[in-house]
């Protein structure tokens, strides 16, 4: 429960799943509601709608832009939380120079990703689609040609974070061998091994899966010249980022039997919402499967990412934990058995610790347990003191602490 304070309202927009109204109401904190996204005229007025005189937080999901002005619709705006993977709509920087926590739910959907990769190795090995294709056209074309049993054969895994790693423990349950590269050294689950490099695993896979991240290093990671590397006739399948693989080259590669076929779930650009025009060089090739990057869209994901938010909103609530919050340094702290825990999100620069503890010892009060994380600009740091977050010396040292000019946000728990 939420200890000695008022209880925290949270408006949440566009209609989280239902996991995080569980975790909110098993927190004690009070759940207001928008079925949409909301533009920032409309958030500004819906936040000071709530009541002035206790936390308040934000939930959204990816079509609400939490601007500046929304961030300093009301001071007692703590934390926003994305109930979603990106954070690519709200200004983190914003948030950040306000002392304010966001949070997201980046892993939520790995199972999600791992199972339809699995899924589409099995459906190109068998040319499921082309086969199925061609029924629908009323053309019976049973046929063993080019049809492969994945048992025995190779997966090779670009990229082994959560999702590359999660693939390869159900393809190996499939007798699948699985041979991974990552940028970093990753340790290698059940009987999988690293490849000494990208080309290596190329020209040994039967199946080449990528799971990386957008940057510089992977745009444009399988253009021609990987193409022509890859062991000829192996499947391509792309359910990471849209810029990781020369679609152009892709389609030579296919049209030329280099490559057997592929599944692809995103694109350099995509379309902006349900229902528009999509458009890419491999459409009308019946060797490739292509989803509207899906790979993650599944109940049992939003389910996540609603407990996963909520959870580390509440927990953020209760005890000032920041674990996995993109703009504050991270402190796992344990709930409080005893005792108040001031939070203050500071300037980190020299001299903000001395400051604060003088004002603890010039009230005479102690310090049982202390925690300081600091990240770039900003510094985190909880302080435990054998007082009750309801006594008036709290409220007047947090007042205090609120007042140096390092501090951006101070709270009592
Ligand atoms: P992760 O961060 O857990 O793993 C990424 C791995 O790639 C890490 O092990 C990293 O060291 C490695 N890596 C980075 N740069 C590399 C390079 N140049 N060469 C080799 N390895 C490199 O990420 P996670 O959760 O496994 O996601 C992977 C990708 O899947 C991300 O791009 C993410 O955006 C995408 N994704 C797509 C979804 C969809 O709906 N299709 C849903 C969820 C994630």
């Known amino acids: 429960m939420v200890r000695a304070v ?8 566009e209609s989280i799943h239902a996991t995080a109204h569980e975790e909110f109401a098993r927190h004690g904190v009070v759940v207001h509601t928008a079925a949409g996204a ?29 601007t500046p002005a929304v961030l300093d619709a009301v001071p007692q705006l703590l934390a926003v939380g994305a109930f979603c993977i990106g954070t690519d709509q ?109 080309h290596e695993l190329l020209g040994l896979s039967d199946f080449v899966t990528l799971h ?12 021609a010249a990987e193409l022509a590397v890859i062991k000829r006739g192996a499947y391509l399948i792309n359910a990471s980022r849209g810029m990781v693989v020369d679609l152009a080259a892709l389609r030579d590669a296919l049209e030329h039997g280099q490559v057997g076929g592929a599944a692809i779930d995103v694109f350099p650009s995509e379309p902006a919402k349900v229902g528009d025009v999509f458009d890419s060089p491999l459409r009308g ?76 010892a010039d009230s005479q009060v102690n310090i049982t347990g202390q925690r300081l994380a600091t990240m770039e600009s900003i510094g985190l740091l909880h302080v435990d003191v054998p007082l009750r977050a309801s006594d008036p010396e709290i409220s007047q040292l947090s007042a205090a602490i609120a007042a140096l000019p390092t501090s951006l946000l101070t709270r009592v728990i």
């Not at 005229?41 to 937080?57: K, M, T």
């Not at 990386?212 to 253009?223: K, N, Q, S």
């Open 285 to 360: 090739l019946d060797s490739v499967i292509l989803t509207p990057h899906i790979g993650g869209s599944t109940q049992e994901a939003q389910a996540n990412i609603g407990r996963e938010v909520a959870t580390a909103l509440a927990a953020y609530l209760i005890s000032g934990s920041t674990t996995g919050c993109v703009t504050l340094p991270n402190i796992d702290a344990a709930p409080l058995r005893s005792g108040a825990r001031l939070l203050n999100v500071h300037r980190n620069v020299p001299g903000v610790l001395s400051a604060i503890n003088q004002l603890l």
């Open 212 to 223: 990386v991240p957008d940057t510089e290093l992977t745009r444009g990671m399988i253009g």
């Open 38 to 66: 909301m533009e920032e005229a409309q958030l500004v007025a819906a936040l000071r709608a709530l009541p002035a005189d206790r936390p308040v937080l934000l939930g959204i999901r990816s079509k609400t832009r939490v």
């Open 90 to 198: 709200i200004g983190l920087s914003a948030a950040r120079e306000r002392g304010i926590a966001v949070f997201n739910a980046p892993f939520s959907n790995t199972r999600s990703v791992a199972e339809l990769v699995l899924g589409e190795i099995i459906m190109l090995s068998r040319q499921v689609f082309a086969r199925s294709e061609a029924c629908h056209r009323g053309l019976w074309h049973k046929s063993a040609d080019g049809s492969h049993e994945v048992r025995g054969k190779t997966l090779g895994i670009v990229g082994y974070g959560h999702i590359g790693s999660q693939l390869s423990v159900i393809a190996e349950a499939l007798g699948m061998q699985v041979r991974y590269h990552d940028l970093l050294a990753k340790l290698p689950l059940g009987n999988a091994q690293p490849c000494n490099s990208l």
């Open 6 to 13: 008022p209880r925290p309202n949270i408006l949440l927009l």
